[in-house]
């Protein structure tokens, strides 16, 4: 619903064109931290996790018998001359858990001043740590569909690329969750992480769409991210409200009562997205714009099990 225009409060720090998404200071303090997830995916580990499969990597794993064939430049040949026998050196591998970050650019994310800025502000908090981490995330807009992707990894010098990239995005369109999944599990059928970071209002609804990424064996992290006067209207009296998306108009009374149930229905809606999270063995963490960033990545999402 459109809103009249608001002032944001003093620490959303609304984005200013060509002004850094997230400030040096608190770059720092997200090294502490590392994305979770609570799934075991079959022969990925998270970039920072050790892995038990043989392959080509940098660390020491075991030894093996020559065959016919193999690669003799992993041969120990210290073993070799001692034994008189051939034996090929493995290493470990660090394949990585995919991580996507599906970020809702659609209308309703600009009908409040902070909203979208905040969304793409955490989207660039959460990126970052997986940097830090060698997680490589790949960063999905999407309003009615999905639009360019932004893959980014291999540490956290490749962060200033993905800040321009987030700052360049722009509220357009309206939401259409089945949509967007369908064309995403299609796109990505490898299993991952799949962080999903919007305000949820879909008029057809999302709970279906959400649930057909966690059957195709996904791991979900819903973030919900809303204004306050998203879950609690502000005005009284006779109104025109005007959806943000579609441009519908509905002329209602709204007294104190109405807004009671209004909020009431706002806080069922969060439920059923939680519920969905939590059935699947996923998280769930809801977020007001009123809430500081750095409250919302140190409290919020590490009491969600977000990261940690």
């Not at 001359?81 to 394949?95: A, N, S, T």
């Not at 006067?229 to 002329?251: C, I, K, M, N, Y």
Request: hydrophobic share 40%; net charge neutral; proline share 6%.
């Amino acid at each position: 619903m459109a809103s009249p225009p608001r002032r944001p409060p003093p620490d959303s720090k609304a984005v200013l064109p060509n002004a850094p998404l997230l400030d040096r200071h608190f770059l720092e303090r997200l090294e502490r931290l590392t994305l979770r997830w609570q799934k075991s995916f079959p022969g990925l580990v998270g970039g920072h996790n050790r892995s038990r499969f043989a392959g080509g990597g940098q660390e020491f794993l075991d030894h093996r018998g020559y065959h016919q064939g193999d690669d003799l430049r992993a041969v120990n040949w210290r073993a070799f001359m001692r034994l008189d026998k051939m034996f090929l050196k493995l290493f470990q591998i660090e394949p990585r858990v995919p991580v996507r970050l599906l970020l809702d650019t659609s209308k309703s994310m600009a009908s409040s001043p902070e909203k979208f800025d905040y969304a793409r502000r955490l989207a660039a908090a959460l990126c970052y740590v997986g940097l830090v981490r060698h997680d490589t995330i790949e960063v999905i807009p999407f309003s009615s569909g999905i639009q360019e992707a932004n893959v980014c990894g291999g540490g956290r010098h490749r962060f200033t690329p993905l800040s321009n990239f987030l700052g360049a995005l722009q509220p357009a369109g309206e939401t259409n969750f089945l949509s967007v999944v369908r064309r995403f599990l299609n796109d990505y059928p490898q299993r991952g992480l799949v962080i999903v970071i919007s305000d949820f209002l879909d008029e057809g609804g999302c709970d279906r769409a959400l649930q057909y990424i966690a059957d195709y064996g996904n791991e979900l992290f819903l973030i919900q991210i809303w204004s306050p006067e998203d879950r609690t209207p502000p005005w009284t009296g006779e109104l025109d409200f005007v959806d943000a998306e579609s441009g519908a108009q509905l002329h209602i009374h709204v007294d104190s009562d109405a807004r009671k149930r209004y909020t009431e229905e706002f806080d069922r809606f969060s439920d059923s997205l939680k519920t969905v999270a939590l059935r699947n063995d996923g998280k769930y963490a809801g977020i007001p714009t009123d809430t500081s960033l750095d409250e919302a990545i140190f409290g919020t999402l590490i009491h969600a099990r977000g990261v940690a």
